[in-house]
């Protein structure tokens, strides 16, 4: 038997309306369509993480930019900030690394205490290619800010020596409010050794400190150890040419009262027992010699703020003829600095010439009853300040010489020194603030 097939064969409006198969074709377009989108989104997350990697690098850069602002060494702001932006993942040669200081916009814009920094990123593309041609900037921006985080009232600008500022034996020293700050990199720059007494608003050091085993300190906030060196901020003071005219030589008194004027002093001030110096306000420029008060001698100033004096230690001759000051057990000093800007030297109480020999030392001894206001100066060599000195009623103390150590019960006010025009010391922090 033969069977015949039947093959069936549709009319052409009825295969045209024939949908079988139409859902695996949408299916792969959609799955096709759908991979893309997932890509490109991909590719553009991944860009988002590149962004916040290069936001790291900016902000690290726009703070070692400020710390170095910090240091008094702008013109290595923008070294500084571009190395640190490689080291935490920016691509030197490949990425656009931009410093400003201070930044040119943004809430900071002139400010000089900021530091900007901008990288740009060139991204290349991968699946958004479909949609474009070239690399994608990706940019970042950060600004860091210095902030003050207090005053120091001493600062020893030895940059090695070991006990750079000392407090030793049974001496108690009460700066509240102000900061003990030493540039020594030494491992004890700051050495508070044995039952002495400290109180203070912190330490400073590019070094580290040292707390003896009986020693008794107490800070308003942590020491700060291993920090860049602070500015020497007279370090712009100058001293005019004397010439070789001495007007005033050998003065000598004791026994009796002396009104002494501004001027050349050669060979030294000396103020002996039962002496009286009353100084007028002005400059006394010391040519070779020291500045002595002796026991039961007494120095004061015959003048009320903004006028005062500054006593310059210095030297026509020999460097080693530049003298010191020593203030001894039992004498009474009454001094201040002017304050008002037409002096010389505004807020310099005594300015030791930077040339003196780092062998010598002054000395404000035990038992003396002062009043101290202005800065104390000694760049180039110590100074002692011994026994039971005692501020007084003073405003303002600020200790800036090579090394500084105390003994005996000590007071530094930090208090007036804006009045006064004694330059700040200031300690810094940087933060980021966009």
């Not at 295969?15 to 377009?29: E, H, I």
């Not at 991909?42 to 070692?64: F, I, P, T």
């Amino acid at each position: 038997m033969v069977r015949r097939m039947t093959i069936s064969r549709k009319p052409p409006a009825r295969l045209w309306r024939d949908d079988s198969g139409a859902v695996v074709v949408t299916l792969a377009l959609a799955v096709t369509a759908l991979m893309g989108l997932l890509s490109v989104a991909v590719e553009v997350g991944s860009w988002y993480v590149v962004r916040r990697n290069l936001q790291s690098a900016a902000d690290a850069a726009a703070l070692a930019g400020a710390l170095e602002y910090a240091r008094s060494t702008p013109g290595r702001v923008a070294d500084s900030a571009t190395r640190e932006a490689v080291r935490n993942g920016a691509v030197a040669g490949t990425d656009t690394i931009l410093v400003n200081s201070p930044p040119a916009s943004g809430a900071f814009s002139g400010d000089p205490q900021a530091v900007e920094a901008i990288i740009t990123h060139p991204q290349g593309r991968l699946f958004t290619a479909l949609f474009g041609s070239g690399t994608v900037p990706i940019t970042t921006r950060s600004v860091a800010r210095l902030r003050s985080t207090g005053e120091a009232c001493v600062l020893a600008l030895d940059r090695a020596a070991s006990g750079a500022v000392t407090a030793q034996g049974s001496a108690v020293i009460n700066t509240q409010g102000c900061v003990l700050a030493a540039n020594s990199v030494s491992e004890t720059a700051i050495d508070l050794g044995g039952s002495s007494v400290v109180a203070a608003d912190s330490l400073w050091t590019s070094g580290n400190y040292a707390l003896g085993g009986s020693t008794n300190a107490s800070f308003a906030r942590p020491p700060v150890a291993h920090a860049w060196a602070l500015p020497d901020p007279y370090a712009d003071l100058t001293i005019p040419a004397l010439g070789n005219a001495c007007p005033n030589n050998n003065t000598r008194i004791q026994n009796e009262t002396r009104t002494l004027t501004p001027g050349v002093y050669c060979n030294g001030i000396s103020v002996g027992a039962h002496g009286v110096a009353i100084l007028e306000p002005g400059t006394y420029y010391i040519n070779r010699g020291n500045f002595d008060v002796g026991a039961q001698g007494t120095v004061r100033c015959n003048c009320t703020a903004p006028h005062g004096v500054t006593i310059v230690l210095t030297s026509t001759s020999n460097t080693t003829q530049i003298g010191g000051v020593d203030i001894n057990g039992g004498a009474t000093v009454t001094l201040r600095a002017p304050s008002d800007p037409g002096y010389a030297y505004p807020g310099v109480l005594f300015f030791q010439d930077r040339r003196a020999s780092a062998s010598g030392e002054s000395r404000l001894n035990g038992g003396a009853t002062m009043s101290l206001n202005g800065a104390l100066y000694f760049p180039a060599q110590a100074m002692q300040w011994n026994g039971n000195s005692f501020g007084g009623t003073q405003g303002c103390v600020r200790i800036i010489a090579r090394m500084v150590s105390f003994s005996g019960n000590t007071a530094l006010d930090d208090a007036g020194c804006a009045a006064q025009g004694v330059r700040p010391i200031a300690t810094t922090s940087a933060t980021l603030g966009e």
